[in-house]
Antibody, heavy 120, light 107 residues
Framework: EVQLLESGGGLVQPGGSLRLSCAAS????????MSWVRQAPGKGLEWVSA????????YYANSVKGQFTISRDNSKNTLYLQMNDLRAEDTAVYYC?????????????WGQGTLVTVSS | DIQMTQSPSSLSASVGDSVTITCRAS??????LAWYQQKPGKVPKLLIYVASTLQSGVPSRFSGSGSGTDFTLTISSLQPEDVATYYCQKYNSAPITFGQGTRLEIK
């Protein structure tokens, strides 16, 4: 059974940093591209970033380019999102998702999400 | 960037009704269009991909159509468990983009 478990969310002050993690199990992690998708409270879905199975190729939404960094450790079956210079508009539930049909494909499996709140 | 626009933003229908949600892309995206269902308090679930292919396990009352810029999601006989927000998603090129969502309620 595919399982994705996010962690690392919490309350952070504007300008602060957080690193989210997503522990994957139930599949060959290195064979799949992975992604982060966020959802602000009461709002819609926003794609944030994606990474290839090898980790060599990454993609970012314009809204987070230069601010967030996606990475993965295939030896630990873990996906990461390093978030710097956080702003109030980054407040959201951050979902880890396994991609299907490539690095810019479909979100086949989702974690339960971790809440990031940016506030003073 | 290609924008995805859904209509309506919300709708209310009766059990047994046929319901249609529209998604329009600002540029042609061939058939690289997916639909997701997000029930209240739950994570999104993939319903349909390549515009009209039903994901495994999705009830046959759901169907999708379209190509290019105009797409539809139809629920042929609305059930109480279909209460959710539905999102379209354009894929296969960066950036991945979602529509703003359509909230579906039961009258």
């Amino acid at each position: 059974e595919v399982q994705l478990l996010e962690s690392g969310g919490g309350l952070v002050q504007p300008g602060g940093s957080l690193r989210l993690s997503c522990a994957a199990s139930g599949f060959t992690f290195s064979s799949y591209a992975m992604s982060w998708v966020r959802q602000a409270p009461g709002k819609g879905l926003e794609w944030v970033s994606a990474i290839s199975g090898s980790g060599r190729t990454t993609y970012y939404a314009n809204s987070v380019k230069g601010q967030f960094t996606i990475s993965r450790d295939n030896s630990k079956n873990t996906l990461y999102l390093q978030m710097n210079d956080l702003r109030a508009e980054d407040t959201a539930v951050y979902y880890c998702a396994r991609l299907w049909f490539g690095e810019l494909g479909l979100f086949e499996y989702w974690g339960q999400g971790t809440l990031v709140t940016v506030s003073s | 960037d290609i924008q995805m626009t859904q209509s309506p933003s919300s709708l209310s229908a009766s059990v047994g009704d046929s319901v249609t949600i529209t998604c329009r892309a600002s540029q042609g995206i061939s058939n690289y269009l997916a639909w997701y269902q997000q029930k209240p308090g739950k994570v999104p679930k993939l319903l349909i991909y390549v515009a009209s292919t039903l994901q495994s396990g999705v009830p046959s009352r759901f169907s999708g159509s379209g190509s290019g810029t105009d797409f539809t999601l139809t629920i042929s006989s609305l059930q109480p468990e279909d209460v959710a927000t539905y999102y379209c998603q354009k894929y296969n090129s960066a950036p991945i983009t979602f529509g703003q969502g359509t909230r579906l309620e039961i009258k």
